[in-house]
């Protein structure tokens, strides 16, 4: 098997960085060829073990030797798209793709490999986005169909804003503060949302990298209920261009939004939380050790425990400011006028300690 795998290796690897040091090195070639042999040599043994990785999703089905897991979806025995060959000892993974369009996997094991080595590090996944300005981050926490995703897009629109993520954010330690990075994933806007902002007018949704729901193209009463499931997908590229800001690779955490949209809104009011407020809203949030979509580690195992959890959200707790921002629908450009005089405030008192 090892020798099968060295002949297809590819001249090119990719590596992971951010502010902690990741050991795995992750290989990517397309190879129909090698797909169907893999597949074909694994036929002859039982697998050794699977693995309920995503919700609704198909399990991964592991073949385990001493030094090599090989990696299938569990329908696609017999007709493998990709093949993930680990080498656990080397910290070395090989992604084998049967075509160039099989994308998706790439970013599942880059994913799956990012988070895992993160959380061993200390850090923790938060149900969350933000936005970052002079490499601080605002950090946007709360929980479905509370207005986290107008908020971030709304805290895009102050100059010289940086998207960081929508949906989930690594924190880790970062010397004797801590950093926010970015979670790969697609961002789910409701229709609603997109149509407050006119850079989200896509006339045409076809043009977008990922496939979209039906129902969106007759923009029905029901896709543009409040709270509906059906939402416009779009990757963390398209925002950057939609919007017309970078995308950041994360910053320092400063300050933290927990928002409250309601319906009928009569101005945007933000209340600072006392210690114990903040900590109840974020345990609500955390993700490390339980995902609700992420239900088995696979590639890497857990190394966390709920002690560590706790102290990484005391820590965060210590280091921002947490505010609760309530504000209806019509309260957007209120909104961004408060995210842009709290973010020039704390430029104001940067300045002022700078030159104390």
């Keep these: 098997m090892f020798e099968l795998v060295e002949h297809f290796l590819p001249h090119t690897a990719y590596s992971l960085s951010g502010c902690l040091p990741v050991e795995h090195e992750i290989r990517c070639l397309v190879s129909e060829q090698l797909c169907i042999e893999v597949s074909s040599i694994v ?8 693995v309920e990785t995503f919700v609704d999703d198909p399990e991964m089905v592991c073949w385990e030797w001493p030094e090599l897991r090989i990696w299938l979806v569990e329908p696609l025995y017999h007709s493998a798209k990709f093949v993930i060959i680990q080498e656990p000892v080397r910290n070395r993974v090989t992604l084998v793709l049967s075509n160039p369009n099989v994308k998706t996997q790439i970013m599942r094991v880059l994913r799956e490999l990012y988070l895992r080595e993160l959380e061993a590090h200390g850090g923790i996944l938060l149900h969350g986005g933000g936005f970052v300005k002079d490499e601080e981050v605002t950090l946007i926490v709360a929980d479905k169909c509370c207005g986290k995703t107008t908020a971030m897009l709304t805290g895009l629109l102050i100059s010289e804003m940086e998207y960081l993520a929508n949906d989930r954010v690594l924190v880790v330690q970062d010397g004797e503060g801590l950093a926010v990075l970015p979670f790969p994933m697609a ?44 939402k416009l997908e779009l ?9 017309r800001v970078p995308h950041s690779g994360g910053g320092k955490l400063k300050r933290i939004l927990v928002p409250a949209i309601q319906k009928t809104g009569s101005g945007v009011k933000m209340t600072k939380l006392n210690h114990q407020q903040a900590l109840d809203e974020l345990s609500g949030q955390v993700m490390t050790p ?3 979509k992420w239900c088995n580690p696979w590639l890497l195992p857990r190394q966390v425990c709920s002690e560590a959890v706790r102290e990484m959200l005391e820590r965060i707790v210590q280091n921002a400011d947490v505010f609760r921002v309530a504000y209806g629908f019509g309260d957007v450009d209120e909104l961004r006028q408060n ?18």
């Design 235 to 243: 990757t963390p590229l398209e925002i950057s261009q939609f919007m």
């Design 43 to 50: 036929q002859e043994f039982e697998p050794t073990f699977k």
């Design 187 to 230: 961002i789910r806007v409701g229709w609603g949302t997109a149509r407050a902002f006119p850079n989200l007018h896509v006339p045409d949704l076809s043009t977008l990298y990922r496939p979209q729901d039906p129902r969106l193209a007759g923009e029905t009463s029901e896709a543009a209920t409040f709270g509906s499931g059906i």
């Design 290 to 292: 339980i995902d609700e």
């Design 339 to 356: 995210l842009r005089n709290d973010v020039r405030r704390a430029e104001e008192l940067s300045g002022l300690l700078s030159h104390g």
